[in-house]
């Protein structure tokens, strides 16, 4: 029966990944997917991250299962993480999911059960596995514009003319912080005005924090979130842990579901709960145990936050080398919205042609739409993807 099958293009983040991977050049650069590297190119479990497991070793006295929803206490910690004060607890409900990705997922799929017809509004660009997961589900995404390809910055005015096109019972996607692939993000005014157009529409907005602290802070990432949820009636929040707590393959996240009124909140926790059941079952729980330990505790918490510090500031102190960098060996400033950029990535704005070029002369590995990881540079290949970046023409 399987011969039905149909062979899928390969997810182009992941298969770069590949490639690197069988490149045999010791000077390649991997600048694809979204992992944090050190300046030896290793992506390390976070001190907090170790010592929590440590003690979780000792303690966990069993493994069965919590609840369809995850541990309430890791809900809980990742709320105030997330939303802080903004939203009155009785308006909110949530589930662990695994990552942001099923976050995201479950997100998608309570849209689709509330409303089939929904359509969902996306960044132009946007993270490619939003699309996907959208068209896998059979929903219609529609773009507004996002990215202004000339200035490297968001194109506002046109973002603000398409999400008017939304109307109530449509979807508005948006990225709390650190935008992927961009790395370009509205001011807190403009964020106002986004919220301005979601009241007149009607439309509710979707927001997908994957990288809250690697842009201006914790708290700073996390204030468009907080400025949302606090002003409109409803909204949903795809939230990460892969990133800023350095445990991807641990498959950490959490939907959060801001309702209407307390009862509301009810029929949202329990369908979530449905939702997870029907897909999953149980959200996994080692990272989100890891991530409440470390939450909860004074101590992790503040070793935690002064490392993710130590990470946000070294891709910020990449940044400005590379967009000094570029500057000398161009003599303009062309390439100054690298170091105004936030998070992880930055989309460079190279053709298709020049990011080919670019990987089979020098060994860089960004995506094909020129969105490079910073963090996959260190002190000694910032020189090299600068002269690289210079030769290809960009
Ligand atoms: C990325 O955008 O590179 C990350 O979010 C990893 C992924 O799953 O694509």
Known sequence: MFETLKTRPAD???????MYKDDPRPSKIDLGVGVYKDATGLTPIMRAVKAAEHQLWEAQDTKVYTGLAGDPGFSDAMIQLVLGDAVPRDKVAAVATPGGTGAV?????????????????????????????????GMEAVNYRYFDEDTRAVDFEGMIADIKGA????????????????GANLNLAQWQAVVDVLLETGAVPMIDIAYQGFGDGLEEDAGPTRLVASSVPECLIAASCSKNFGIYRERTGLLIAVSQNSEARKLHQDTLAFLNRQNFSFPPDHGAR????????????????????????????????????????????????????????????ASPE????????????????????????????????????IDAGV
């Open 12 to 18: 182009s983040i992941l298969a770069l990944m590949q």
């Open 105 to 137: 997922r479950q997100a998608f799929e309570l849209i689709r059960m509330a409303r089939p017809e929904a359509r969902v509004f996306v960044s132009d660009p946007t993270w490619p596995n939003h699309l996907s997961i959208l068209s896998y589900l």
């Open 167 to 182: 109307k109530a019972g449509d979807v508005v996607l948006l990225h709390g912080c650190c935008h992927n692939p961009t």
């Open 290 to 349: 890891l991530v409440t330990m470390i939450l909860n505790d004074a101590a992790l918490k503040a070793d935690w936050m002064a490392e993710l510090e130590e990470v946000r500031g070294s891709m910020l102190s990449l940044r400005s080398q590379l967009a000094g960098e570029l500057q000398r060996l161009s003599g303009s400033d062309r390439f100054g919205f690298l170091a105004e950029h936030r998070g992880m990535f930055s989309r460079l704005g």
């Open 354 to 389: 020049k990011v080919v070029e670019m990987r089979e002369t020098h060994g860089i590995y960004m995506v094909g739409d020129s969105r490079m990881n910073i963090a996959g540079l260190n002190a000694e290949t910032v020189p090299v993807l600068a002269k690289a970046i």
